[in-house]
């Protein structure tokens, strides 16, 4: 006999999806663990000397484990996603430190090595804000190409990463520019320092820097 219908409910889980579930009375089919869930006003753990007192009224014998509120139950089933989250974020963060770190000294010897072109370049009538996009476009060149790269990289690694998102298409449009867009900003913060130091060079010295 149906009595009603309830809503999803991840009883499996918060990283699986929502499967059939049945409520049969205790009566019919007898468990040896039972959950009691109560909603209160307020804080949940002020009434739980209530809640006991009450049960051993029923049933002394009744041992009772496991008190908790409904929101240090949810942040125990996130605690490992969490965890694991946290881990890719640091390494992530250490790894685009090291990126940004390779990039400034790849076009720092970029530069190094192109002073007197670049002096040539002044000499001839270039100004600072050719020189600037002249070395700028270098960075820029890589930026695509690393970008271009580790978005396909991404794509093929959504799988492995599905696990800890929740509520979030592991294909994400809007995640994806996102990312491309800061990856942008750092190389372009990375090639102007060298890129600023190049265009105040001083034609004469770089004339003479071989």
Request: aromatic share 6%; hydrophobic share 50%.
């Amino acid at each position: 006999m149906i009595v009603g219908v309830v809503a999803d409910i991840k009883n499996a889980g918060i990283d699986r999806p929502t499967g059939t579930e049945l409520y049969i009375p205790a009566a019919q089919v007898p468990v040896r663990t039972a959950y009691l869930v109560i909603r209160t006003q307020g804080d949940p753990m002020a009434i739980a000397g209530a809640v006991r007192g009450e049960i051993r009224s029923l049933d002394r014998a009744l041992p009772i484990s496991q008190l908790r509120s409904m929101e240090d139950v949810m942040s125990s089933a996130r605690s490992r996603p969490r965890f694991l989250t946290l881990l890719l974020t640091l390494f992530s963060s250490v790894s685009l430190l090291l990126a940004a770190l390779g990039i400034y000294g790849v076009i720092s010897y970029s530069v190094a090595q192109r002073t007197s072109e670049i002096g040539i370049r002044m000499a001839l009538g270039a100004q600072s804000l050719d020189v600037l996009r002249l070395v700028g476009i270098t960075g820029l060149r890589l930026a695509l190409a690393g970008i271009l790269i580790g978005a396909v990289g991404a794509l093929f690694l959504t799988r492995t990463l599905s696990g800890l998102l929740f509520g979030v298409s592991s294909i994400d449009a809007a995640t994806f520019l996102g990312m491309a867009a800061m990856l942008f900003a750092v190389t372009l913060l990375a090639c102007y320092i060298p890129a600023r130091r190049a265009s105040r060079v001083d034609p004469l010295i770089a004339l003479r820097y071989e």
